[in-house]
């Protein structure tokens, strides 16, 4: 059934792609999980290799979708083994050598769309664009949007891909369906696509749709959308596996590498039991979270590589509610006060009356601790989709905490989403948890062959 559905979708990107001559414009309503990111780069490979209708791609991303998604997705399939990714991202000269580096898919974080038009002015290469996560080119006074505007021309392919694209109503579409079309759907200009459909609020701010807007509104864009709902097209088992993939940036790297290369030789010679293990990879684990612990408690911060995505996928869920699950104090204390920022109705996990609220939809993110919540809870009314901020080694807490939503009641898929660090010891943990080993042997194997690793590094 996927490959159905990849077949349905690819067909659609590649057959409509001579649009008015000028190229293909698109957004994709998509749910998550019905594998946008393939999609589109079989019908890059495809337009490029097979047709010989693109030279060279640009995709706009989320920071951390940009550092790894799009890049892990190519290696996974076989077909797409032999397409050059290369991210655009880092200092300005490692952004430079990047850009003069052969490819045939550059990806930039959407923070660098403004660098990255000015950095080429008038010359810009790029004949096709894929905007990832649309939505977030809603606003038409940021300079991201702008940017754009001004290189658009020069684009003959453009395709929006996104989960909600008018997540608080229809006033978010004008911008994004501008980049696609330049106008020609939903006016020119903002002023003048407001005046058309909406009225102004009797208190003088903001603006409601006027009647049957919406339904016109639908209509004027419906040749350039798809959209499609994963249960539409998916058999979909009722849970399912999110792994994203977060990577480190270069200081933080460079710190876990030398805490675990120095502790893992230390380790070498001595009898490895499960408690040095479990100790040492609690360590790394909470290195990969972001923080480290020191003998008398003290938090030290490292990174906010795992709290920026994690963010990102907040943003990506648009304002579906989450059930995230942190690992260590300090993990909760970050959370927080990154979430503090963003205006969501934020709650950790404490009282009846916090779950009565969730189930209420009261809660847009409800911060909780596998060990508090892996019996007896009953949370399925709540929402579906669960975050694991932090990882942890016990298969039981795992499946338990799960099973708050993943229960008889929920009326939707359940998603599990998981941020893992790339080349850290989170993947050894999903590893270990993907494949229901028992916690003391899977952490005494990942151990062993990390200090065999260390052992040859060294």
């Not at 702008?146 to 911008?175: E, S, Y």
């Not at 996928?313 to 300090?330: C, M, R, S």
């Not at 998981?418 to 943990?429: A, F, K, P, S, Y």
Request: glycine share 6%.
């Amino acid at each position: 059934m996927p490959n159905e559905v990849h077949s349905i979708q690819l067909s659609t990107l590649l057959h409509q792609s001579s649009y008015n001559g000028r190229g293909f414009r698109a957004v994709f309503g998509y749910g998550l999980r019905l594998g946008k990111t393939v999609i589109t780069l079989t019908a890059i490979n495809d337009l490029k290799y097979n047709r010989f209708a693109v030279n060279k791609v640009l995709v706009v991303a989320p920071k951390k979708v940009a550092e790894a998604t799009w890049t892990a997705e190519a290696a996974k399939w076989e077909h797409l083994k032999l397409l050059r990714i290369i991210p655009v991202l880092g200092s300005e000269t490692k952004r430079i050598r990047a850009l003069n580096t052969p490819g045939d898919v550059y990806v930039v974080s959407r923070d660098l769309v403004s660098w990255l038009v000015n950095y080429y002015r008038n010359a810009w290469p790029f004949d096709m664009v894929v905007l990832d996560e649309l939505s977030s080119f809603k606003n038409h006074q940021a300079k991201r949007f702008k940017a754009l505007t001004w290189v658009r021309r020069h684009i003959r392919r453009i395709v929006g891909l996104t989960g909600t694209p008018a997540p608080n109503g229809l006033m978010d579409l004008w911008a994004q369906m501008y980049l696609l079309d330049q106008g020609q759907r939903l006016e020119h200009y903002i002023t003048h696509y407001r005046e058309k459909y909406f009225e102004k609020n009797y208190n003088g701010f903001g603006y409601t749709p006027k009647q049957g807007a919406e339904e016109v509104v639908h209509q004027k864009i419906a040749d350039i959308c798809i959209s499609m709902k994963a249960e539409d097209y998916l058999e979909l088992p009722d849970c399912v596996t999110n792994v994203i993939p977060v990577v480190l940036d270069e200081r933080a790297k460079k710190l876990y590498r030398e805490l675990e290369r120095k502790m893992l030789i230390e380790l070498e010679d001595a009898e490895i039991s499960v408690t040095s293990a479990a100790a040492l990879t609690g360590k790394l684990l909470q290195l990969c979270n972001g923080a480290l612990y020191d003998e008398d408690r003290q938090v030290h911060e490292i990174h906010d590589c795992k709290i920026e995505a994690f963010l990102e996928l907040i943003e990506q869920l648009n304002g579906k509610p989450a059930l995230v699950f942190y690992t260590y104090q300090h993990d909760l204390a970050r959370l927080k006060k990154a979430l503090a920022k963003t205006g969501l109705r934020v709650r950790e996990l404490r009282t009846p009356q916090d779950q009565m609220d969730w189930n209420a939809g009261k809660i847009d993110v409800l911060l909780a601790h596998p060990a508090s919540t892996a019996y007896g809870l009953n949370l399925q009314d709540g929402g579906n989709h669960v975050v694991w901020f932090g990882l942890n080694w016990s298969l039981e807490l795992y499946q338990q905490a799960n099973g708050r939503l993943h229960r008889q009641g929920q009326r939707q898929k359940v998603i599990i989403h998981h941020l893992v660090v790339q080349g850290g010891v989170d993947e050894d943990v999903m590893a270990a948890l993907e494949q229901k080993s028992t916690t003391q042997e899977r952490l005494l194997e990942a151990l062993k062959a990390r200090i065999e690793t260390a052992k040859n590094a060294h």
